[in-house]
Every structure is written in structure tokens, then in C-alpha cells.
């Protein structure tokens, strides 16, 4: 850089030009020279002036000035070493700027800056030659992972805060890039119409649909707007970022919404389903959907129909449809049903398939014993699986010959395989009775060749009962003493005659197996004179005297008031 010669001024001089001119005073000047480093200014006074070159860059890095031009410069110091005045231009901009600023903040009108470097939460963004603070959260309208990608950029802000006495300027970028985003949002729902299809890139999945970027402009592709079938989970037919064809279904200007759909870019498949299927036609289907009560599946063009849970297998082991079916499963169906106004078809997968029922009278013929699994238990008996898809029921009545039992079904278990006798088969209404007592056989068939009037036996004592003692002379086979019968006179207390378990002996004084009723006494048995072991005819008739008849009619008399199921046996 020249140095320009020190003019000599007397004192005098000096003395004016110090009163002439004031520190921090704003002149007017004229670029002499733009050098590597300074630029010169001729302000009018005795010297030049200079001032550093990097003043008159811009944002962008530009120099704003050239030779020759006029700017406002202010006066920092009387002479340097070159005994040249050191000007400033930066604090004339930066008071005008604060002065700017302020105006621009009341106006709400965006400033340019650009973003210098990052500070803890957030940005240092020079606009003009003032520093202001952009908080992160205000850089953009998305959250962005990359820290640095806006250092050195330029961009358009709007001051949230301004103090000018603290220097404190506080930025945003968000409402600008709203109001651009809004700007372009309008723009693009003016140019949609209903019935366009254009591409869209999927921006958010939610439950009842996706929302759909149409460069600019997000619309809503509503679930039901997805595919003419049924649509349980979006993500099933859309990824998120993935780029798909849409059509314009709705246009709301005002508020600014837009409906977007998928299917309805290909026919609805009901419009000619009327031509393509009917009852009892066999299609090719697809598994969608499991529910609890069956499953829904698709026609290859998409027709929706469902498949009840009792038309997928002849089976009633299954319990959900998923034990034998899995999504995107293709098989084989039939039509049973289809309604085109109210678009409803069922289908059925167990018809394809042969009946169980189907000859049922030759396969197991009545009187035929089976082996047979329990698939349920309920209140009236038992529910046995013969084979796939064949059920009988065995009712508690007949599972066994023990009148006393009055719940024997819960004596099993679900998955016991038992040996039954078939009583019973009706086709139509397909029902199947099953007994299990009648795989023994009746013990009371053979009863009166078993046990001979006047027969002696030893045998433990079963159950108590007020009027008397039940012995079990075999499996589902009792005989009653009653109190008359054990001794003369008959004990007040009968649990101190006799207890449960007690091995007594008796004789048998009466048979009827048409009643199932066997009466026994141990009174006759410890009689005087009478030795044990078996009478003959004659004995026992004497031994009936009609005492004793008239005795055993006052006990029958009395035994039909007892409202128990052993009145019947004294009948």
C-alpha cells in the first residue's frame, strides 16, 4: 500500500481540524483506492481516511463497493502511524442495522443471514453485521439428524426476539418455510382434480390409513380406499417412503384436504361377479384374514367372501382356523351361499371333502362297540370323537349301572379314549347315542340265577340309611337289611348296630330283578333254632307268617314318604 505524504499544518491548523472534526462522527466520503487489505476515503478533511477491506464484504462474501462510490463512514480515530484517519463503515451499518432490524421485527417481514457455526442448542447466524441466535428446534420443520449440514447456507429467517440493549437477536427459520410450504400446497391442490392419477411417495402409516406426499401436498389414503378386498393392516400394502400411483378421489380447497385412493384405479370386482360365479361353484382362493368364528379370503379378482368356522373342517377338534390355514394359504373352495346386493359370498372348504355321515349305518352298525375319544364334558355327559369329523354323545344315564352316581361324566377327562356300544344313529340330524355301561352288560340280567331265596352270604356292610343297611354284594349290585331284618326288636340306633364297612352275615329273604331290588336279613340268620345255611321251599314259606306280612306292608307304606332314590328299591 502507498503511503500518501503527511501534509505540514501549522498548529494552528491542527488545533481547527480537531474542532472541525469529532470521534465517532459520520461522514460522507469518496473511494480513492481499493487495495489488498484497506480501502481509502477521501472524507474532505486535511488526510485521507482508510478502512479495513473485509467491511464491505456481504454475506455472500462480496465486495459491495467500487472505485469512486460514496459511502457513510464514521470517524474512530484522529491519525494512525501514517497520520491517516482510521474510518469505520461496520458501525455506521450496524447502527443503522439494529435501526432495520427493529423495523423489520415490528413488520414481521423475514432477513437474510447465514448460518456461521453451531453453538450449544442451536446456531450463530450473521445478518448483516449483527450476531443472532437460531435455536435448533427453529431450523427446520422436520427433526434432522445432521448438525452441520446448514453451516455456510443462507437462508431467509424471522426474528422472534429482539433486544437491542443486550444485542440479543433470536431467529426462526420454521414460519418461513410454513409459509412456503403453504404457498406450494395451495398451488398444487389448485392444479388437482378429481379423477387425476399421479405418483405420491408414502409419507406416514396410520391405523386408518397412509398419508401420501404429492410433491408438496399430503393426501389421505383412507384404509377402505386401499384394495377392493378387505384391509386389515395397512402395513400389509404399504411401506412407508415406497412411491405409488394414486387417483384423486376428493378436492376440498378450503380446507385444504385431499382423498386419495388405490383401488379405484382398477374395476370393482362385484360389477361382473354376477357373470363369473355362482352356488355350489368351485374357486381358487387366498387366506387374508383369521377371525375366531372363521376366515375371510379373496377370489383371485378380489371378491371378498368368508368361510364360517364349521365349514372348514368335518373335524370338531378344530378350534381356531389357524391350526390348519396360514395368510396368503391358496385352496381350493365352494361357493355355498351369494348375495351380489348385499356383496356377501360364503364359501366352504369341509365340502370338498367326503363326509363322515356319509354310509354311517353300514360303517358302524347299531349294537357295534367302537373306541372313541372325549372331546367335551358337559352337564348332561360326554361328547366322544369316533373319528375326524364324527361325534356321539354319551348322556350320564348311560355311563353307568350306579343309580347313585349323579354326575359320572366327571369321573373323565377330555382326550380319554374309551370303549363304547353304538345305541342309537340318525342321519339327517346326525346324532350319534353311545353307552359304556352296556360294554359290562346289566349285572341285574342274571341276578335271580345268582342269589336263591334263602341263600346265606357274608358280605360288608355299604352305606347307612334310616330305615336300614345297604350291603354290596357286587359291582353295582346291592341288597337292603332293613332294621326290621337285623334284630328283634330293631336297634333305635342303627350306627351303633352296625357301621359301614362291617362284615355281616345274612340271608337272602326276597329277589325281584325286574325292581332291582334284593332284600336281605340277619334277624333270620341269628334266629334260635335255626342253623346257618340254606332253607329249603317249604322253611321258608312257614317262615312268612302273616305277621310279618302285615309288618313289611307298614314298612313299604312308610318308605314311599322317604323322597329318596332308595324308596324305589322297597317298592
Not at 222 to 247: F, P, T
Not at 319 to 344: N, T
Amino acid at each position: 500500500m502507498s503511503e500518501s505524504p503527511i501534509p505540514e499544518m501549522t498548529m494552528e491548523e491542527l488545533l481547527n481540524e480537531e474542532k472541525r472534526v469529532a470521534r465517532g462522527q459520520v461522514v460522507n466520503g469518496v473511494i480513492l483506492k481499493i487495495e489488498a487489505d484497506e480501502i481509502i476515503v477521501d472524507v474532505g478533511y486535511k488526510t485521507e481516511g482508510v478502512i479495513p477491506k473485509a467491511e464491505f464484504f456481504d454475506i455472500a462474501g462480496e465486495l459491495t463497493v467500487r472505485l469512486g462510490d460514496r459511502v457513510d463512514v464514521s470517524i474512530e480515530r484522529m491519525s494512525d502511524s501514517n497520520g491517516r484517519l482510521r474510518l469505520s463503515k461496520r458501525n455506521v451499518d450496524k447502527s443503522r442495522l439494529w435501526q432495520n432490524l427493529e423495523e423489520v421485527f415490528t413488520s414481521g417481514q423475514p432477513i437474510k443471514g447465514r448460518v456461521t457455526k453451531k453453538v450449544n442448542g442451536g446456531y450463530r447466524v450473521e445478518i448483516g453485521g449483527v450476531e443472532a441466535f437460531l435455536p435448533a428446534s427453529q431450523v427446520s420443520l422436520q427433526k434432522t439428524s445432521d448438525s452441520e449440514e446448514y453451516i455456510d447456507k443462507i437462508y431467509f429467517f424471522k426474528i422472534i426476539k429482539l433486544d437491542r440493549g443486550r444485542s440479543n437477536v433470536v431467529l426462526s427459520r420454521r414460519p418461513v418455510l410454513e409459509l412456503e410450504r403453504d404457498e406450494i400446497r395451495h398451488k398444487r391442490i389448485v392444479e388437482l382434480t378429481p379423477g387425476d392419477i399421479i405418483e405420491g411417495r408414502v409419507k406416514s402409516l396410520v391405523s386408518y390409513g397412509a398419508f401420501v406426499d404429492l410433491n408438496g401436498v399430503d393426501g389421505l389414503l383412507h384404509i377402505a380406499d386401499i384394495d377392493w378386498g378387505r384391509v386389515n393392516k395397512v402395513e400389509d400394502h404399504l411401506k412407508v417412503e415406497s412411491q405409488i400411483k394414486v387417483m384423486v378421489l376428493q378436492v376440498d380447497k378450503e380446507k385444504g384436504k385431499i382423498s386419495l385412493g388405490v383401488k379405484q384405479m382398477t374395476s370393482d370386482p362385484w360389477t361382473e361377479a354376477e357373470k363369473r360365479y355362482q352356488t355350489g361353484q368351485i374357486v381358487e382362493v387366498e387366506i387374508t384374514h383369521f377371525a375366531d368364528y372363521g376366515i375371510f379370503i379373496k377370489t383371485p379378482d378380489h371378491l371378498e367372501g368368508f368361510c364360517h368356522i364349521t365349514e372348514i373342517s368335518w373335524s370338531k377338534k378344530l378350534k381356531k382356523p389357524s391350526e390348519i390355514f396360514k395368510l396368503g394359504d391358496k385352496k381350493q373352495a365352494q361357493i355355498i351361499d351369494i348375495d351380489f346386493e348385499k356383496r356377501k359370498i360364503n364359501f366352504s372348504f369341509k365340502r370338498l371333502e367326503k363326509s363322515p355321515w356319509e354310509n354311517i349305518a353300514q360303517r358302524y352298525p347299531i349294537g357295534s362297540n367302537v373306541t372313541a375319544t372325549i372331546t367335551n364334558i358337559t352337564d348332561f355327559g360326554l361328547f366322544l370323537e369316533i373319528e375326524d369329523g364324527l361325534e356321539g354323545l354319551l348322556h350320564q344315564s348311560d355311563i353307568t349301572w350306579d343309580k347313585r352316581a349323579k354326575a359320572p361324566q366327571k369321573e373323565f377327562k377330555a382326550g380319554q379314549a374309551l370303549s363304547v356300544k353304538i345305541l342309537g344313529i340318525d342321519p339327517e340330524k346326525k346324532r350319534i347315542s353311545l353307552g359304556l355301561k352296556h360294554i359290562e352288560g346289566d349285572p341285574w340280567d342274571k341276578i335271580e340265577e345268582k342269589y336263591k331265596i334263602g341263600q346265606v352270604i357274608t358280605s360288608k356292610i355299604s352305606r347307612l340309611v334310616e330305615f336300614g343297611a345297604f350291603v354290596e354284594l357286587e359291582k353295582n349290585v346291592e341288597g337292603l337289611i332293613h332294621k326290621t331284618e337285623i334284630s328283634n326288636p330293631p336297634p333305635k340306633n342303627l350306627e351303633e348296630a352296625l357301621k359301614i364297612g362291617d362284615e355281616v352275615t345274612f340271608k337272602v329273604i326276597g329277589v325281584d330283578s325286574g325292581k332291582r331290588r334284593i332284600s336281605l336279613s340277619v334277624r333270620v340268620v341269628t334266629t334260635k333254632g335255626i342253623e346257618p345255611g340254606e332253607l329249603d321251599e317249604e322253611q321258608v314259606v312257614h317262615r312268612k307268617t302273616s305277621a310279618f306280612q302285615k309288618m313289611l306292608k307298614k314298612f313299604l307304606k312308610t318308605a314311599k314318604t322317604e323322597g329318596d332314590d332308595e324308596d324305589e328299591d322297597l317298592e
